[in-house]
């Protein structure tokens, strides 16, 4: 399969507890974005890497969030300190953009759905 | 308000049936326009895609913007079962980077 891949799909995790979520793009994706999805919403951007660097955040990402994507391949996204409200879906999606070039079409992985209780 | 409204349904419509589904955007900087699918628990894919004013068709999908108006849509004809899933629109500034702002989504039923 060459599609987006994300680990876990689900991780149950107590209040408190730090969880950390793999993104594996499309290997010749420049491009790797997070988004959050609640129940009945739709996904809501995150942040977003250009190869390995972090180009954009939204207010959304507290300081509890952190992404990495490293060598510009796969890509992290940690949540220290879980709160009740941080259950969600993470996806992760991936690009091919050329410069000034883009199609709107992202590549969504089947998501990691996170419940803390 | 958000920038992207969308009535979240469900519509339940009969096997075969058109089903009509639209959004509504506030910020006239908006210049292009998707429709994604998405099953449950499953990540959204892209159906439709448009840049300019006026109708797409791909097969039994017709995709429809209005910048007027601020108004997009989409048309399923000749709906099947397999239909059954949320339609999310998607608007996207044409900026660097494709961050996509997306509707709440609309939960479709297509019964047999």
């Known amino acids: 399969d060459t599609g ?10 107590k209040r408190g507890q730090n969880v950390t979520f793999r993104c ?6 420049n491009r790797l ?4 999805q609640t129940l009945g919403q739709g996904p809501e951007f995150l942040t977003y890497f250009q190869n390995e660097a972090q180009l954009e955040k939204s207010r959304l990402l507290s300081d509890r969030f952190s992404a ?7 890509s992290t996204l940690e949540i220290q300190r879980t709160e009740q409200g941080d259950s969600a879906m993470y996806l992760c999606a991936s690009s091919l953009d050329s410069e000034g070039g883009h ?15 | 308000q958000k920038e992207v409204e969308q009535d979240p349904g469900p519509l339940s419509v009969p096997e075969g049936a058109i089903v009509s589904l639209n959004c509504t955007y ?13 099953y449950s628990r499953k990540g959204p894919e892209l159906l439709m895609y448009t840049y300019s004013s006026g109708n797409k068709e791909d097969g039994r999908f017709t995709a429809q913007v209005d910048k007027s108006s601020k108004y997009i849509s989409l048309f399923i004809r ?5 239909d059954s899933a949320t339609y999310l629109c998607a608007i996207n500034v044409g900026a660097a980077g494709n961050k996509l702002t997306f509707g709440g989504g609309t939960r479709v039923l297509v019964k047999p």
């Open chain 1, 4 to 13: 987006v891949s994300q680990d876990p799909r689900h991780k149950i995790t």
């Open chain 1, 24 to 29: 594996d793009p499309i290997s010749e994706h």
């Open chain 1, 33 to 36: 974005y997070w988004y959050r």
């Open chain 1, 68 to 74: 990495e994507r490293p060598k510009g391949s796969f």
């Open chain 1, 103 to 117: 199609t709107g079409e992202l590549f969504f992985g089947e998501g990691s759905r996170l419940t803390v209780l």
């Open chain 2, 26 to 38: 506030s910020n006239s900087a908006f210049q292009y326009f998707m429709w994604y699918r998405q």
């Open chain 2, 78 to 82: 000749d709906s099947q079962p397999s």
